[in-house]
């Protein structure tokens, strides 16, 4: 038989999961992320992680494909990172090779960018299954993108590929990005820019009843006050759709995707979120990607370990 | 030895290349483009043009390649074109296969789109020459696209990848694009789109001076009235500019390509086209495609045949 190990590595926790060759999730568990001394104990640990398990489970290297790795920064196809601010990562450095040497060579490793890598989890087992051209967006504080073209992640020439939460809408904003431009794409449609654009529409409209009036200002509450019918939140629903839904009509232009995946924290409100995003990409693609097929994510917060793992596949 | 033919396919001629498998040009020509009865004599007379080439320089089947074909209309990858209206042409069907029938199945065909195999060829010979991934924009008539990623097109569900000039600016036209949208790139940012920008400035400005005024509203000559300092036509390049360079600024946020290549008749009125679209270019790309670099194509017209050889090879 089989295995392989897909580690998602995050700011506060390392998810870990063993998976079988064909992609069964066999078992899954988390160890905590230790960023001292600028997280130099983080791949060291994940490795004594993964040598325990396979002790536990008698499953030999041989057996092992290889360990798969998504992290919060750009790595190239070379495998190397250079920045990852969440680790405390600030070097540039082959992360495949370092991880391996701490399996002293005993296994293969592949490693990649965590939003790309999610992408690459709904193409091999979530929403994605059976479709080779593939773009998924993760709404989370965030908004992070991951391109798949005839089953490949594509990385970009400095791993930077798939940025589309950082692409410019048009619209200007007072303060800036987290990356230092204006007008990112984040900016209105992450959980953090409905936010944003509540808190306009709520001071922008005082007289305005709305039951946001009385609630924490969060994306999942906002998304409850459009089910309910809140007019002021309908509104927001109908801005984020205008950022997400055109900005997506302009990398489907690019790309002419079949498949165009929604994840992320804000994807788990439910299908009311897609009609306010698939009417305005309608509006403003280019005919032949009209019919792009719009879905929401399933594999929730494994989608990092189950593509983290598809690199080996 | 071994030679390879490229044949680019317009509504008026067909330009035909011999080339030896190594990318040398050994000889072009052109033949007319018979739209009659839906064009059903293009296939046929091609490859009666290239059988006597053949025959006339002596090659044998056995040393030719194949046959590469470029199309004014979406391709995909298994040579299916949906339509080419300029061709004359309504039906779906397998281009490949049927020009392979014209020659009795004795020769290799592969068929792309007229813009991205443009990119294609100036990945193998022209501009793009030792880079692997590559965005050409080619400014004529409309806006032509073409995206390479590790060495291949990237052609799209539909053949539809790399339609550029049908992504939209965020500005609403008032009437139409040719493809039914309103506001794409190239309703600003082809030649076509130039002249409209200007005479929109010379509308709006009926007593301001400018050298535009007494000669014929082209992209041609408004470039020499920004090369001789003429205000208005500067206004016209600073527009150009911002949709271009915010546009391209987007594609690279999903890309993170190594390099831009502008090519068509717009980029034969030299550098001074580059610096208005690198300026809005930097402004609003992610900081990581901050460096990819510019430059114009190299083969001019003859960057079709070239991709379209390049299919072979």
Redesign the interface.
């Known amino acids: 038989m089989s295995y392989v190990y897909g580690v998602d590595v995050g700011g506060t926790s390392v998810k870990i999961g063993l998976f079988s060759g064909e992609g069964e999730l066999i078992e899954k568990w988390s160890i905590p992320t230790n960023t001292d001394n600028n997280g130099e104990a983080i791949l060291p640990d994940i490795a004594s992680s993964i040598d325990a398990k396979s002790k536990e489970k008698g499953i030999s290297d041989s057996e092992i494909l290889g360990v798969g790795l998504g992290l919060p920064g750009?790595v190239d196809d070379r495998g190397i990172i250079r920045k990852a601010v969440n680790l405390h990562w600030n070097d540039t450095f082959n992360v495949e090779e370092k991880l391996a040497a701490c399996f002293d060579g005993r296994l293969k490793v592949k490693a990649g960018n965590d939003a790309n890598v999610a992408a690459l989890g709904e193409a091999w087992m979530g929403a994605g299954k059976g479709y080779k051209?593939i773009v998924m967006v993760t709404l989370g504080t965030g908004i992070g993108?991951g391109?798949i073209?005839n089953g490949q992640i594509?990385?970009?020439?400095?791993?930077?590929?798939?940025?589309?939460g950082?692409?410019?809408?048009?619209t200007d904003t007072e303060e800036p990005c987290n990356?230092?431009?204006r007008?990112c794409l984040e900016q209105f449609a992450s959980a953090t820019g409905i936010v944003r654009l509540l808190k306009e529409e709520l001071e922008n409209n005082p007289d305005e009843a709305s039951e946001m009036r009385n609630k924490p200002l969060d994306s999942k509450n906002m998304w409850e006050a459009v089910k309910n019918g809140d007019e002021l939140s309908i509104r927001v629903a109908e801005r984020f759709g205008k950022y997400l839904g055109?900005?997506l009509?302009?990398?489907a232009?690019?790309?002419?995707?079949?498949i165009i995946i929604i994840g992320g924290g804000v994807s788990m409100s439910g299908d009311v979120i897609m009609p306010y995003i698939t009417k305005n990409f309608r509006e403003?693609?280019?005919?032949?990607?009209g019919d792009?097929i719009f879905t929401r994510a399933t594999l929730g917060n494994d989608g990092g370990i189950y593509g983290a793992a598809a690199l080996l596949i």
């Open positions: 750009p051209n993108g391109v073209i594509v990385t970009g020439t400095r791993g930077a590929a798939g940025e589309i950082h692409i410019y809408t048009g990356c230092g431009n007008g055109t900005g009509s302009v990398v232009g690019v790309l002419n995707p079949e403003h693609v280019f005919h032949a990607s792009t």
